[in-house]
Protein backbone atom coordinates (compact mmCIF):
# COMPACT_ATOMS: atom_id res chain seq x y z
CA UNK A 1 0.00 0.00 0.00
CA UNK A 2 0.64 3.61 -0.15
CA UNK A 3 3.53 5.04 2.06
CA UNK A 4 4.26 8.31 3.48
CA UNK A 5 7.67 8.52 5.21
CA UNK A 6 8.18 11.65 7.79
CA UNK A 7 10.92 12.72 9.08
CA UNK A 8 12.16 13.83 11.74
CA UNK A 9 10.10 11.73 14.04
CA UNK A 10 10.68 13.97 17.18
CA UNK A 11 13.15 17.20 16.67
CA UNK A 12 14.19 19.70 20.04
CA UNK A 13 15.33 22.97 18.97
CA UNK A 14 16.53 25.98 20.87
CA UNK A 15 14.05 29.10 20.40
CA UNK A 16 14.97 31.29 17.28
CA UNK A 17 16.54 28.39 15.53
CA UNK A 18 14.59 26.96 12.34
CA UNK A 19 13.76 23.57 11.86
CA UNK A 20 12.70 21.79 8.67
CA UNK A 21 10.54 18.15 8.34
CA UNK A 22 10.43 16.27 5.24
CA UNK A 23 7.37 14.83 3.74
CA UNK A 24 7.96 12.00 1.46
CA UNK A 25 5.76 9.80 -0.57
CA UNK A 26 7.62 6.62 -1.34
CA UNK A 27 5.84 4.50 -3.35
CA UNK A 28 3.41 6.87 -5.39
CA UNK A 29 3.59 10.45 -6.70
CA UNK A 30 1.43 12.90 -4.75
CA UNK A 31 0.39 15.50 -6.38
CA UNK A 32 -1.01 17.28 -2.95
CA UNK A 33 0.03 17.34 0.58
CA UNK A 34 -1.78 18.53 3.36
CA UNK A 35 0.34 19.86 6.69
CA UNK A 36 -1.45 19.20 9.46
CA UNK A 37 -1.03 20.64 13.90
CA UNK A 38 -2.19 19.21 16.82
CA UNK A 39 -1.52 20.52 20.37
CA UNK A 40 -1.79 17.57 23.07
CA UNK A 41 -5.48 16.37 23.02
CA UNK A 42 -6.86 18.17 20.37
CA UNK A 43 -7.93 17.76 17.10
CA UNK A 44 -5.60 17.57 13.66
CA UNK A 45 -5.75 21.39 12.69
CA UNK A 46 -5.14 21.91 8.85
CA UNK A 47 -2.31 24.42 7.70
CA UNK A 48 -1.59 23.98 4.66
CA UNK A 49 -2.48 22.33 1.08
CA UNK A 50 0.77 22.27 -0.98
CA UNK A 51 0.38 21.40 -4.45
CA UNK A 52 3.80 20.24 -6.55
CA UNK A 53 4.99 22.75 -8.47
CA UNK A 54 2.94 25.07 -7.06
CA UNK A 55 2.67 27.71 -3.99
CA UNK A 56 1.05 26.22 -1.04
CA UNK A 57 -2.45 27.35 -0.11
CA UNK A 58 -2.51 28.20 4.09
CA UNK A 59 -5.42 28.35 6.14
CA UNK A 60 -6.39 31.39 7.91
CA UNK A 61 -4.79 31.97 10.57
CA UNK A 62 -1.75 30.47 9.78
CA UNK A 63 1.33 32.48 9.07
CA UNK A 64 2.67 31.74 5.41
CA UNK A 65 5.93 33.34 6.28
CA UNK A 66 7.00 31.78 9.40
CA UNK A 67 5.68 28.04 8.36
CA UNK A 68 7.32 27.63 4.95
CA UNK A 69 6.15 24.98 2.84
CA UNK A 70 7.87 23.95 -0.71
CA UNK A 71 6.79 21.00 -2.40
CA UNK A 72 9.12 20.78 -5.44
CA UNK A 73 8.83 17.15 -6.28
CA UNK A 74 5.64 14.83 -6.76
CA UNK A 75 7.66 12.75 -4.05
CA UNK A 76 8.68 15.62 -1.68
CA UNK A 77 6.89 18.88 0.33
CA UNK A 78 8.94 20.52 3.14
CA UNK A 79 7.91 22.54 6.16
CA UNK A 80 10.05 24.82 7.70
CA UNK A 81 9.15 26.69 10.90
CA UNK A 82 11.50 29.35 10.95
CA UNK A 83 12.66 31.60 13.83
CA UNK A 84 10.91 28.86 16.34
CA UNK A 85 9.47 29.90 19.43
CA UNK A 86 8.24 27.92 22.60
CA UNK A 87 3.96 27.88 21.34
CA UNK A 88 5.80 26.18 17.89
CA UNK A 89 6.38 23.22 20.03
CA UNK A 90 3.43 21.16 18.51
CA UNK A 91 2.90 17.98 16.59
CA UNK A 92 3.42 18.31 13.11
CA UNK A 93 2.21 15.76 10.52
CA UNK A 94 1.53 15.45 6.86
CA UNK A 95 -0.96 13.49 4.52
CA UNK A 96 -0.55 12.80 1.01
CA UNK A 97 -3.13 12.48 -2.09
CA UNK A 98 -2.06 11.09 -5.59
CA UNK A 99 -4.96 12.60 -7.10
CA UNK A 100 -7.94 14.96 -6.53
CA UNK A 101 -10.48 12.50 -5.21
CA UNK A 102 -11.18 8.68 -5.32
CA UNK A 103 -11.90 7.36 -2.13
CA UNK A 104 -10.40 6.77 1.16
CA UNK A 105 -6.80 4.58 -0.03
CA UNK A 106 -5.34 7.58 -1.97
CA UNK A 107 -4.76 9.60 1.70
CA UNK A 108 -1.97 8.25 3.67
CA UNK A 109 -0.91 10.09 7.05
CA UNK A 110 2.92 10.06 7.56
CA UNK A 111 3.94 8.90 11.12
CA UNK A 112 4.36 12.75 12.49
CA UNK A 113 7.02 14.73 13.79
CA UNK A 114 6.74 15.81 17.23
CA UNK A 115 8.67 19.51 17.55
CA UNK A 116 9.89 21.17 20.81
CA UNK A 117 11.36 24.35 21.19
CA UNK A 118 13.39 25.08 24.19
CA UNK B 1 -18.25 26.04 5.04
CA UNK B 2 -18.37 21.96 5.79
CA UNK B 3 -18.48 20.92 9.48
CA UNK B 4 -17.66 18.05 11.41
CA UNK B 5 -18.64 17.65 15.21
CA UNK B 6 -18.21 15.05 17.49
CA UNK B 7 -19.92 15.47 21.03
CA UNK B 8 -18.53 12.88 22.72
CA UNK B 9 -15.22 13.97 24.54
CA UNK B 10 -14.69 10.76 26.26
CA UNK B 11 -15.86 7.22 26.58
CA UNK B 12 -15.89 4.43 27.97
CA UNK B 13 -16.73 0.88 27.45
CA UNK B 14 -16.24 -2.72 27.97
CA UNK B 15 -13.97 -5.36 26.86
CA UNK B 16 -15.85 -7.42 24.57
CA UNK B 17 -18.91 -5.03 24.53
CA UNK B 18 -20.29 -2.88 21.30
CA UNK B 19 -19.78 1.03 21.25
CA UNK B 20 -20.70 3.75 19.64
CA UNK B 21 -19.01 7.02 18.84
CA UNK B 22 -20.97 9.98 17.18
CA UNK B 23 -19.67 11.86 14.47
CA UNK B 24 -22.14 15.13 12.64
CA UNK B 25 -21.39 17.00 9.57
CA UNK B 26 -22.40 19.76 7.39
CA UNK B 27 -21.53 20.47 3.55
CA UNK B 28 -23.32 22.04 0.79
CA UNK B 29 -21.12 19.55 -1.06
CA UNK B 30 -23.44 16.62 -2.77
CA UNK B 31 -20.36 14.62 -3.04
CA UNK B 32 -18.21 14.03 -0.05
CA UNK B 33 -16.58 11.45 1.98
CA UNK B 34 -16.81 10.79 5.42
CA UNK B 35 -13.68 8.78 6.84
CA UNK B 36 -12.47 7.48 10.82
CA UNK B 37 -9.58 7.42 11.99
CA UNK B 38 -7.90 5.89 15.16
CA UNK B 39 -4.79 7.98 16.94
CA UNK B 40 -3.42 5.61 19.41
CA UNK B 41 -0.73 7.54 22.29
CA UNK B 42 2.10 6.67 19.13
CA UNK B 43 0.57 9.48 16.92
CA UNK B 44 0.41 7.85 14.36
CA UNK B 45 -3.31 8.47 11.77
CA UNK B 46 -4.45 4.66 11.40
CA UNK B 47 -7.16 4.65 8.64
CA UNK B 48 -10.36 2.52 9.84
CA UNK B 49 -13.22 2.77 7.60
CA UNK B 50 -14.52 5.08 4.58
CA UNK B 51 -18.18 6.06 3.35
CA UNK B 52 -19.02 8.17 0.01
CA UNK B 53 -21.88 10.16 -0.26
CA UNK B 54 -23.56 8.19 -3.12
CA UNK B 55 -22.74 4.78 -1.04
CA UNK B 56 -26.00 3.47 -0.69
CA UNK B 57 -25.07 0.80 2.17
CA UNK B 58 -23.04 1.00 5.13
CA UNK B 59 -19.52 0.65 4.93
CA UNK B 60 -18.34 -2.21 7.21
CA UNK B 61 -14.62 -3.45 8.02
CA UNK B 62 -14.03 -6.26 10.19
CA UNK B 63 -15.10 -4.95 13.55
CA UNK B 64 -15.65 -1.61 12.25
CA UNK B 65 -18.64 -0.34 10.98
CA UNK B 66 -20.41 2.98 9.76
CA UNK B 67 -24.07 3.89 10.44
CA UNK B 68 -24.22 6.12 7.72
CA UNK B 69 -27.64 8.31 7.84
CA UNK B 70 -27.21 10.69 5.08
CA UNK B 71 -30.11 12.87 5.95
CA UNK B 72 -29.30 13.57 9.45
CA UNK B 73 -25.73 14.43 8.53
CA UNK B 74 -24.40 11.91 10.68
CA UNK B 75 -21.33 8.99 10.19
CA UNK B 76 -21.32 7.19 13.54
CA UNK B 77 -18.55 4.18 13.90
CA UNK B 78 -19.93 1.32 15.22
CA UNK B 79 -16.92 -1.07 17.31
CA UNK B 80 -17.99 -4.19 17.72
CA UNK B 81 -16.53 -6.86 20.33
CA UNK B 82 -14.21 -3.99 22.00
CA UNK B 83 -10.37 -4.97 23.14
CA UNK B 84 -8.04 -3.46 25.01
CA UNK B 85 -6.04 -2.34 21.91
CA UNK B 86 -8.45 0.03 20.73
CA UNK B 87 -7.97 2.22 23.35
CA UNK B 88 -7.23 5.58 21.64
CA UNK B 89 -8.35 8.82 19.94
CA UNK B 90 -10.68 8.33 17.21
CA UNK B 91 -11.50 11.23 14.63
CA UNK B 92 -14.15 11.61 12.68
CA UNK B 93 -13.12 13.49 9.02
CA UNK B 94 -14.53 14.59 5.74
CA UNK B 95 -13.72 15.63 2.76
CA UNK B 96 -15.52 17.49 -0.19
CA UNK B 97 -15.10 16.54 -3.68
CA UNK B 98 -15.97 20.05 -5.43
CA UNK B 99 -15.16 22.42 -2.68
CA UNK B 100 -12.27 23.24 -0.49
CA UNK B 101 -9.76 21.73 -2.28
CA UNK B 102 -10.12 18.50 -1.46
CA UNK B 103 -8.92 18.50 1.92
CA UNK B 104 -9.75 16.73 5.07
CA UNK B 105 -11.21 18.22 8.23
CA UNK B 106 -11.31 16.41 11.39
CA UNK B 107 -13.71 16.44 14.02
CA UNK B 108 -12.33 17.24 18.10
CA UNK B 109 -12.42 13.54 18.16
CA UNK B 110 -13.22 11.17 21.01
CA UNK B 111 -10.91 9.55 23.12
CA UNK B 112 -11.79 5.79 23.90
CA UNK B 113 -10.79 3.96 26.83
CA UNK B 114 -11.75 0.07 26.77
CA UNK B 115 -12.21 -1.41 30.27
CA UNK B 116 -10.78 -5.13 31.51
Known amino acids: GAVVSQHPSWVICKSGTSVKIECRSL??????MFWYRQFPKQSLMLMATSNEGSKATYEQGVEKDKFLINHASLTLSTLTVTSAHPEDSSFYIC??????????????FGAGSRLTVL | AQKITQTQPGMFVQEKEAVTLDCTYD???????LFWYKQPSSGEMIFLIYQGSYDEQNATEGRYSLNFQKARKSANLVISASQLGDSAMYFCAMREVYNQGGKLIFGQGTELSVKP
Open chain 1, 95 to 108: SASSQFFSGANVLT
Open chain 1, 27 to 32: DFQATT
Open chain 2, 27 to 33: TSDQSYG
